[in-house]
């Protein structure tokens, strides 16, 4: 139900754009959308989180952004000046929005994408 693209191989300082696009629900304002990461050995690390508001993990905090094309029912994450830390298998995924537990890599995610490979040498 959530699909991504967009991941490659790219050189340290470059940018990627991450897309998950939504399948049989609609991306909107009613959940909460963010971008996981994990490296083999190593457990899986949120990224970035908008239920309108975004927010991000310090080590990504004003090289990534995240935002959404509801008309196309996706998600995006624009990563900026890449670094070789940042490389990993990047999930997209979707739970209900809640104003009592917020939007954040502590919530419990009922939709999950594939993944999608990120190299940055």
């Known amino acids: 139900q959530l699909v991504e693209s967009g991941g490659g191989s790219v050189q340290a300082g470059g940018s990627l754009r991450l897309s998950c696009a939504g399948t049989?629900?609609?991306?909107?304002?009613?959940?909460?959308v963010g971008w996981f990461r994990q490296v083999p050995g190593k457990e899986r690390e949120g990224v970035a989180f908008?239920?309108?508001?975004?927010n991000y993990a310090t080590a990504v905090k004003g090289r990534f952004s995240i935002y959404k094309n509801n008309g196309a029912n996706t998600l995006y994450l624009e990563m900026n000046n890449l670094r070789p830390e940042d490389s990993g298998m990047y999930y997209c995924?979707?739970?209900?929005?809640?104003?009592?537990?917020?939007?954040?890599?502590?919530?419990?995610?009922?939709?999950w994408g594939q993944g999608t490979q990120v190299t940055v040498s």
């Open positions: 049989g629900i609609h991306l909107s304002s009613a959940f909460c």
């Open positions: 908008t239920d309108g508001m975004p």
């Open positions: 995924a979707a739970v209900e929005a809640s104003q009592w537990f917020g939007c954040s890599a502590r919530r419990s995610f009922d939709y």
